[in-house]
């Protein structure tokens, strides 16, 4: 029988495993950063973006949040894996994705505003610091890794409550929640000192840049706790069975 790993194992194989990708997102997400203070014709495009942002609001986050989290990676899904042949899985998915998404974009957004709102617009390294400690210390630890695992695990589970059950347990935050985060900071912790050094209004839309990475890197870790997922497995498998 195989050994059951613990939960800094889990967070450390997961953010292993996705390290290239990690840093290949970041990596452009820096590049935009630095392009956006240096390059006339960068700041140009980025803020005509904000403005755009900034004109259609709530309507702008919820479709941004859709497409990134939803679409793009069910298309993904039935190109690569399916072989261009959509099934009726695909639009099951969908029913789920697009909602939860569509919530949680709508939730980042509002978080953006209140850390400004509390905090100021300005850059500097100690409202940066501040902004990141909010996000993945306070409403990463206590809402957003547990409410994405268990949307993913009660699907995964065929819309069950079990997962509701146990989602108040500490063992079920040890095993579970844990390595989630643990590979959701290494992920995110460079991304939000990035996000957090651009204006408010372009803070969002670059974060729906990341996403589609994200939701590929969390359906991996929901259906490796499934069982869905040998270890080791290449992240991209996380997509195969949703």
């Not at 630890?141 to 409410?147: G, I, L, Q, S, T």
Request: proline share 5%; aromatic share 12%; charged share 15%.
């Amino acid at each position: 029988m195989q050994k059951a790993r613990s939960p800094l194992t889990l967070g450390w194989e997961a953010a292993r495993a996705n390290a290239v990708p990690a840093l290949i997102i970041q990596a452009i997400m820096l590049a935009l950063l630095i392009a956006f203070y240096t390059s006339r014709s960068v700041s140009t495009i980025l803020s005509q973006l904000a403005e755009f942002k900034r004109a259609h609001g709530l309507a702008f986050v919820i479709i941004a949040s859709v497409a990134a989290g939803a679409l793009i990676p069910e298309l993904f899904l039935i190109i690569f894996f399916q072989r261009g042949r959509p099934k009726g899985r695909n639009l099951r998915n969908l029913l789920f994705t697009v909602p939860v998404w569509g919530f949680d974009g709508a939730l980042v957004d509002l978080l953006y505003r209140g850390e400004a709102a509390l905090l100021g617009d300005m850059v500097s390294v100690p409202v940066v610091f501040g902004k990141i400690c909010i996000d993945q210390l306070g409403y990463n630890v206590f809402f957003a890794a547990p409410f994405g695992v268990l949307t993913y695990e009660w699907k995964n589970n065929g819309v069950s409550l079990r997962p509701v059950r146990e989602l108040f347990t500490w063992r079920h935050y040890r095993d579970k929640i844990l390595p989630t985060l643990l590979a959701t900071w290494a992920v995110w912790v460079p991304l939000m000192a990035i996000i957090y050094s651009l204006p408010l209004a372009l803070q969002f839309p670059l974060f729906g840049l990341a996403l589609s990475f994200w939701v590929l890197l969390l359906t991996y870790m929901t259906n490796r706790f499934a069982g869905e997922i040998e270890a080791g497995s290449p992240l991209a498998l996380a997509t195969a069975k949703l």
